[in-house]
């Protein structure tokens, strides 16, 4: 099994926390998102939409970090990562979409304007950061409020709801950005979830950005 993808992303992360709660190893093939690499014709023939990480399994090959994991927890479904219940199911699809649809497409530019944009070149467009910081607040606030009547996102477990938002937070919070201060559940979901012995592994997956 393979990952294309760099330990820097977001994305890349997702599946690889993923795989180290399954305990599964997988060769992480290194695409330098810094120079472009995902734009080069042999990763387009992986991704046509010149993103990571790609998952190549025995000659199968499947892009976008949602999916990815959820085939990831159908072909290794022990430790189980989505609820059995069809209501805390349906709650963790919810929030594995409002990731994808209402937090990262505002919480991106953030983080890359503030944190990889030295790494990209080019000047920070400071205009994308504020317009980011204001539209991410309302699924901060969302999440905080659910976490008031549940440990984590989709209820009592740990899930793959938690882990669409884990890279973003972490990055966020490093930004400098005051995400924890006034959302109290926030800051105890996030102090649970960093202390998994698999984040802590992807957490230390080569050096950081923001520790350089």
């Not at 709660?21 to 472009?36: D, F, I, T």
């Amino acid at each position: 099994m393979k990952i294309y993808g760099h330990p820097w992303s977001t994305n890349t992360r997702k599946v690889l926390m993923v795989l180290a709660e399954k305990a599964r190893e997988a060769e992480l093939s290194l695409v330098m998102l810094p120079n472009g690499e995902q734009k080069l014709a042999a990763h387009l023939a992986l991704h046509p939409f010149a993103k990571v990480p790609v998952l190549e399994d025995e000659g199968f090959v499947v892009y976008e970090a949602s999916a990815i994991n959820r085939y990831l927890e159908r072909k290794y479904p022990t430790p189980a990562l989505l609820p059995r219940d069809p209501q805390s199911a349906a709650l963790a699809d919810q929030w594995i979409s409002t990731a994808d649809c209402y937090f990262a497409p505002h919480v991106d530019p953030v983080i890359i304007e503030t944190l990889f944009r030295r790494y990209l070149g080019g000047e920070a467009d400071l205009a994308a950061v504020k317009s980011g910081r204001d539209k991410l607040q309302t699924a901060l606030d969302t999440a905080d409020r659910a976490l008031q009547a549940s440990l984590y996102l989709a209820g009592e477990e740990f899930s793959l709801a938690d882990i669409q938002f884990m890279p973003y937070l972490e990055y966020l919070d490093k930004t400098g950005e005051e995400v924890f201060r006034q959302r109290p559940n926030l800051r105890a979901w996030w102090e649970r979830c960093s202390q998994r012995p698999s984040w802590q592994k992807v957490a230390r997956t080569g050096p950081q950005p923001y520790e350089n």
